[in-house]
């Protein structure tokens, strides 16, 4: 198993990167969805957050997704989820409250139960239904700039375009799609951009996608290599050039609780993982130095991506 504390040390390139990243504040929020399940949402969101906080990054990953996969597999036993995020979203605790530590660190969780399903029903007729998550997180928005306070935020979505979903898209700085390397994978995405151009022109006007990730990729699988290629022909700069590829001690990892980063550090998918959290820092630069006030891309240079061209296309 790997140490955590380690980590910085046994991979000197993201030691050097984490010296180099501004600490967003107010946090910055970042949406994991995609309407099909199995495509890699709950791994992306716990190795991800994991890569993230062994950088330097203060991560809370929130769970949306009632089957609370992404609480289990960072080892977070039932007994001890006093809150959840059934609770936040219905008003009787604060997400601060809901957040557990794990043993990951620098990485806390705001674990799901199953009450979590019946969220819909309960507040469907609230005029307020899409903005809890929002609301929930607004204390973490105003708090003052402080190396404990959060600088990133994971919202691991339900595989469905629910109220939840619109919950975390309404809440969301930006969403990031993980996609399987398959055969219908872009007709889902299809479906998705179009869902977050609805909660962009009604809930969320600033809402961007952040990244794509392929995911599940088979190099030896000409199908796998199919999808890639349709993917970049399709969607240009917003797919990551980090690919995460199929890999067992990934899939072994959550039967552990464990983030695959500390059960092997070593093997393909950790690295893989590290890539992807050095790329979407390097993303998240481009974008804040595009934010800054004063900012002239005419003088200054503009960013390699174009954030602009991250916007959804319905």
Sequence with gaps: MSDPSQWTAEQPALASLSSRIPNPAPPRVLAIANQKGGVGKTTTAINLGTALAAIGEQVLIIDLDPQGNASTGLGIDRRSRHHSTYDVLTGEASLREAVIATAVPRLSIAPSTLDLSGLELEVSQQRDRALRLRNALAPLRSAPPSPNEFSYVLIDCP???????????????AILVPLQCEFFALEGLTQLLATVENVRSA??????????????????????????????TNSKEKVYDTIIPRNVRVSEAPSYGKPVLVYDLKC???????????????????????MAPGHDAAAGGAPPSDPTLWKSQS
């Design 268 to 290: 393909v998918g950790s690295e893989a993982y590290l890539r992807l959290a050095t790329e979407i820092i390097q993303r998240e630069k481009e974008l804040i130095a595009r």
């Design 159 to 173: 595989p469905s375009l629910n109220l939840l979903t619109v919950n975390a898209m309404t809440a969301a700085d």
């Design 203 to 232: 809930l969320n006007p600033d809402l961007i996608i952040h990244g794509i990730v392929l995911t599940m990729h088979d190099a030896r699988n000409n199908l796998s290599n199919q999808v890639v290629e349709d993917v970049r």
